[in-house]
Nanobody
Framework: VQLQASGGGLVQTGGSLRLSCAAS????????MGWFRQAPGKEREFVAA????????LYTDSVKGRFTVSRDNAKNTVFLQMNSLKPEDTAVYYC?????????????????WGQGTLVTVSS
């Protein structure tokens, strides 16, 4: 199993980035795909999750209206579009896969994790 996250970088406040996570070795179309982040000195926190079909999604309050999770099941890839970025969004972003049917923000319910991609938002 491999989850390869990419797309991180340095962006100014108000800018946008699109993260991608390519999955292999899992039944991607039957996996809830989640995004988490960990800022320096802080615990890992849930950001967003998308359902199998992409028809349902879940977000943490601080990113609602700014971030959008989507997926391409034909390419085994999940995306996180991040707009109106703020300095407090600076973190390493991780994608994760869960075999559960329902959306979840609980890290323990995700079986597989990617290596992370760094997002830095300058003020």
């Amino acid at each position: 199993v491999q989850l390869q996250a990419s797309g991180g970088g340095l962006v100014q406040t108000g800018g946008s980035l699109r993260l991608s996570c390519a999955a292999s070795g899992i039944t991607f179309s039957r996996s809830v795909m989640g995004w988490f982040r960990q800022a320096p000195g802080k615990e890992r926190e849930f950001v967003a999750a998308g359902s199998w079909s992409g028809g349902a999604s879940l977000y943490t309050d601080s990113v609602k209206g700014r971030f959008t999770v989507s997926r391409d099941n034909a390419k085994n890839t999940v995306f996180l579009q991040m707009n109106s970025l703020k300095p407090e969004d600076t973190a390493v972003y991780y994608c994760a896969a869960s075999p559960r049917i329902r959306l979840t923000r609980t890290p323990d319910e995700y079986s597989y994790w990617g290596q992370g991609t760094l997002v830095t938002v300058s003020s």
